[in-house]
Nanobody
Framework: VQLQACGGGLVQAGGSLRLSCAGS????????IGWFRQAPGKEREFVAA????????YVADSVKGRFTISRDNAKNTVYLQMDSLKPEDTAVYYC??????????????????WGQGTQVTVSS
């Protein structure tokens, strides 16, 4: 499966952005999808994930109550709605398809396919 993330940009603190992760192939709907982010000089960290059916979601404590993950399998797309953005949310955001045979939702090692990143910059 191939993934393409988009929707990043420059926004003021308190603003909102919606990221999209578009997948190719008929198998996209069978993959759980995660969002990670990486700030300069820092490791890539988990942000949110959603199971293939959309029945379950997982969200990092640092963004809980501000970010929402959802998916539309008919459009082969997963969304990350980001509200009340803070300067510390500035990073390159990546979407990834989880390894269906195991691994944690919370670590990069649990994901088999990655899209290119999209830059999110939040100004104070």
């Amino acid at each position: 499966v191939q993934l393409q993330a988009c929707g990043g940009g420059l926004v003021q603190a308190g603003g909102s952005l919606r990221l999209s992760c578009a997948g190719s192939g008929r198998t996209f709907s069978s993959y759980s999808i995660g969002w990670f982010r990486q700030a300069p000089g820092k490791e890539r960290e988990f942000v949110a994930a959603i199971t293939w059916s959309g029945d379950n979601t997982y969200v990092a404590d640092s963004v809980k109550g501000r970010f929402t993950i959802s998916r539309d399998n008919a459009k082969n797309t997963v969304y990350l709605q980001m509200d009340s953005l803070k300067p510390e949310d500035t990073a390159v955001y990546y979407c990834a398809a989880k390894n269906p045979y195991g691994g944690s939702y919370y670590y990069t090692s649990g994901y088999a396919y990655w899209g290119q990143g999209t830059q999110v910059t939040v100004s104070s």
